[in-house]
Nanobody, 128 residues
Framework: EVQLVESGGGLVQAGGSLRLSCAAS????????IGWFRQAPGKEREGVSC????????WYTDSVKGRFTISSDNAKNTHVLQLNSLKPEDTAVYYC?????????????????????WGQGTQVTVSS
C-alpha cells in the first residue's frame, strides 16, 4: 500500500508562484512514474506533467511548458511541481499519482487509468 499526500496549494494572483509537494510513503520503490494531474470544475482530469524517477525523463502538457517544473527526490520520497507565472486558467484541484514498476521509459505513455495510487488533491486558485 502506498500513500500520497499533496500540499502547497492555495490562492495566488495571476503571475504568482506555488510549490506543490507530494509526499509518498509505504511500499514504494525508487523506480516509478510520478504524474501530476488537475481537474477544474466541470472538466475532465487532465495530465499536467510526469517524471520517470529512474530515467528522470519528464513531460509537460503544452499549456504549462516553460512555466511548471517537475522534480523528484527519491531519497526523501518527495515529488515537487513548481508552478510559476500562474494564470487563472490554471485554477483546479491538483493531484499527484504514482505508477509502480513502469515498463515504459517515457512517462507520457501512461494514461490516467494506468496510475496505481492517488493523493487527495490540493486546490490551486489563481485570481485575475
Amino acid at each position: 500500500e502506498v500513500q500520497l499526500v499533496e500540499s502547497g496549494g492555495g490562492l495566488v494572483q495571476a503571475g504568482g508562484s506555488l510549490r506543490l509537494s507530494c509526499a509518498a510513503s509505504g511500499a514504494i520503490s525508487d523506480d516509478n512514474v510520478i504524474g501530476w494531474f488537475r481537474q477544474a470544475p466541470g472538466k475532465e482530469r487532465e495530465g499536467v506533467s510526469c517524471i520517470s524517477t529512474k530515467s528522470t525523463r519528464t513531460w509537460y502538457t503544452d499549456s504549462v511548458k516553460g512555466r511548471f517544473t517537475i522534480s523528484s527526490d527519491n531519497a526523501k520520497n518527495t515529488h515537487v511541481l513548481q508552478l510559476n507565472s500562474l494564470k487563472p486558467e490554471d485554477t483546479a484541484v491538483y493531484y499527484c499519482a504514482v505508477h509502480m514498476v513502469p515498463l515504459l521509459e517515457d512517462c507520457r505513455e501512461y494514461a490516467v487509468s494506468d496510475y496505481d495510487y492517488w493523493g487527495q488533491g490540493t486546490q490551486v486558485t489563481v485570481s485575475s
